[in-house]
């Protein structure tokens, strides 16, 4: 197990530059954190993640040193009201990919250490059903209309 | 003048009720349909707004006392003389309020480029109002720091359960704290839309999600360009009596 961490670790850090982060299976585009005010009590992180394996995968748990909980959520709209559902698991499967978007799934962070500020980047690890664990760094960026709407939609 | 606010003549709010009446009763059974606001809708070609619904009877807000992010009263009458982008959301919502702040200050930004905050024949400003479903851990102080965050033009608005509660029913907006969590994390279900406020402080168009920040202002100031005169008549004067009229107690 702490081989493949290491490995997942290395081949992130590699990647950092480009801010995909990857295993063999799983890889994580666009992952960003919506800058919010410095008395924020919640967050979200979107992104998307990609399952290039022959299996189906599921993402069922997220942590991170800054935040005292993250869960997944699923924001729901029925008749003009919005409706939040945590997900047990995200799946993701085989060849396919989820985008976790704003208006959809996201990531909850609860209850920060600190806000982080826009430009900083957060650690989070990323659980999956079969083992892996995916560290990813994540931009704080503001969620301009230039930014949620094109960029997340079509990977 | 807020005092006065208060005390709505019974004639005229009799007068108010009959013409708003039908709407309202519309808007409940359509909540109650489950079909939503847009059967309410009257703009009868749906390509006129495409991002908004537009109420044919525009429902007057009810009268309310609310505090805003700085501690100062907000009620009926704040509405006054403005055109008012009114959302609903809390604090502690990851999603849906942040990116519907968001998407207003685009709407805001969309409208200051264009030099086009302030309506011109006139005078009509533009106001946006942040309204906390969530009073319990929603004070004005933590409005202060939450709401300007996003435009600092942005007003958020707290009170008294009650009061929050007797401005959004009127308004068709609904809200429900879900029971599954625990005291401190809960989080609560709550209408998406933005409302559209005219300057006789009545319920004029509804932006259902989701939200483009760019067909809403062209909306914004088509509805503005073409029910702006309806409120004011023959112009300020005109306007200034109207709410006067409105509002005869004062």
Redesign the interface.
Known sequence: MRKIISVVYIVALTALCSSVFASDSMTVHNAWI?S?????????AYMTIKNASTETRALTAVSSALFNKVEI?R?E?H??????IPQKELIIHAGESVSLE??GY?L???DPASVPKEGEQVDMDLRFDDGLILNIKVPVR????EG?KTDNHHH | MTQKGKSLNTGAAMKILRFAFPGMVLLLLGIWFGKGLNTVSVSKEADEFPSATVLEVPIPLPEFLLTDHSGQEFTTSSFNRKWTLMFFGYTHCPDVCPTALVDLNGVYDNLAEKGDLIEKKFQIETQVVFVTVDPQRDSDKELKEYVPYFNNKFIGLTGMPEMIDSLARPLGVGYRRESSKNSEDYLIDHSASFLLIDPLCRLRAIFSPPHNPKQISDDFRKIRNKFTADCCITGKDKLETVIFDYRKGE
């Open positions: 919506r919010a005010p410095p008395n924020a009590k919640v967050l979200a959520h924001t709209m008749e003009g009201m919005a409706k939040m704003t208006g996201h909850m962070l609860m503001s969620g301009s209309v949620d």
